[in-house]
């Protein structure tokens, strides 16, 4: 995996996929970007990244495409360091995954709706 200093991302191959910068080895104290996600979704994930002790980096950008495109819609680029990249990863994942949110949507029958039945 290399990194690139322009955009700071990880990425496998010999040039970034964005901006075709020649890589190099990632080094202690890089901050990497792990995701761009609009404004409240960035905000939830920095919550979660700062509940767990990871040091995240947020920078704000213009952007939006299609039937959008005409919205001011800001997007942000959040980056951690690489020593916590992979845990940074797994969050963003659990997170954003669709089983999360299902469950968060799914009361699914608990306790209390049992006890306010009983008699």
């Known amino acids: 995996m290399l990194y690139c200093t322009r ?6 191959g010999n040039t970034c996929p964005e901006c075709s910068s020649l890589g190099r080895n990632p ?8 995701t761009q996600q609009p404004g409240i979704f960035a905000r939830m994930l920095l919550d979660v990244l700062e ?5 995240a980096v947020s920078q704000a950008t213009q952007g939006a495409t299609g039937i959008f495109s005409n919205m001011n819609m800001e997007i942000h680029k959040i980056y951690v360091p690489l020593e916590r990249f992979k845990q940074a990863e797994e969050l963003r994942d659990e997170l954003f995954s669709p089983e ?3 469950e968060d949507g799914d009361d699914g029958g608990t306790e209390e709706n049992e006890e306010e039945e009983e008699p």
């Not at 955009?7 to 496998?12: A, E, K, T």
């Open 51 to 55: 509940q767990n002790g990871i040091e």
């Open 7 to 12: 955009c700071r991302m990880l990425f496998d």
């Open 100 to 102: 999360s949110v299902a």
């Open 27 to 34: 080094a202690p104290g890089d901050f990497c970007l792990l």
